[in-house]
C-alpha cells in the first residue's frame, strides 16, 4: 500500500483590507493636511509630496482619484495664489504708465482677483477637499 498524503489546507485568501486601510488613512491624512494648509500655507506642500508618492500605489483603486482630486486641488489652488500675486504689480505698472487715463481700469484687476475670483477658488477647494474626505471616509471614489 502507499502512504497516505497529509491533507493540505489550501492558502488562505490573502486579506488585502490591512493595505487599504494604510492608503484610507493616508488620503485623509492629506485632506487634513489640505484642510490644514489654510490656516498655515505649509502642510498642503506635504500633502502633495504624499499624493504624488502614493499615487502610483493607489493605480486602479478608488484611492486613486483622491489623489488626483488633491494634486488638482493644489496645482489650481497654487495657480490662483500665484496671479492674484501678480495682478497687484500689474496693475500698478499699468497705473503708472497710463496716469490718468482709464486707471480705475487698471486698478480694479487686483480687486476682481481678490474680492470675486479668490473667494470662488475658496469655496471651490474647500467644496472639493469635504466632498472628497467624505467620500474617502465611505470608502467611495472621489
Known amino acids: 500500500m502507499s502512504d497516505p498524503q497529509p491533507a493540505t489546507t489550501p492558502p488562505a485568501p490573502r486579506d488585502d483590507s490591512a493595505g487599504a486601510f494604510d492608503t484610507r488613512s493616508l488620503v485623509i491624512a492629506a485632506y487634513v493636511l489640505f484642510l490644514l494648509a489654510w490656516m ?3 502642510t498642503a506642500i506635504i500633502g502633495v509630496i504624499l499624493a504624488y ?3 502610483r500605489d493607489a493605480a486602479g483603486t478608488i484611492w486613486q482619484s483622491h489623489f488626483d482630486n488633491l494634486i488638482l486641488v493644489f496645482w489650481v489652488i497654487v495657480v490662483g495664489f500665484v496671479l492674484g500675486l ?8 499699468l497705473f503708472l504708465a ?5 486707471w480705475p481700469a487698471t486698478l480694479s484687476l487686483p ?4 474680492f470675486l475670483v479668490f ?3 475658496v469655496f471651490w477647494s474647500l467644496y472639493r477637499m469635504i466632498r472628497g474626505i467624505i467620500r ?6 472621489d
Not at 86 to 93: E, I, K, N, Y
Request: proline share 12%; hydrophobic share 55%; glycine share 10%.
Open 53 to 55: 508618492v502614493k499615487r
Open 111 to 114: 480687486f476682481v482677483v481678490g
Open 98 to 102: 497710463q496716469w490718468p487715463v482709464f
Open 40 to 42: 498655515n500655507g505649509i
Open 86 to 93: 501678480f495682478s497687484w504689480p500689474l496693475a500698478f505698472g
Open 136 to 141: 474617502a471616509m465611505e470608502e467611495r471614489p
Open 119 to 121: 473667494p470662488l477658488l
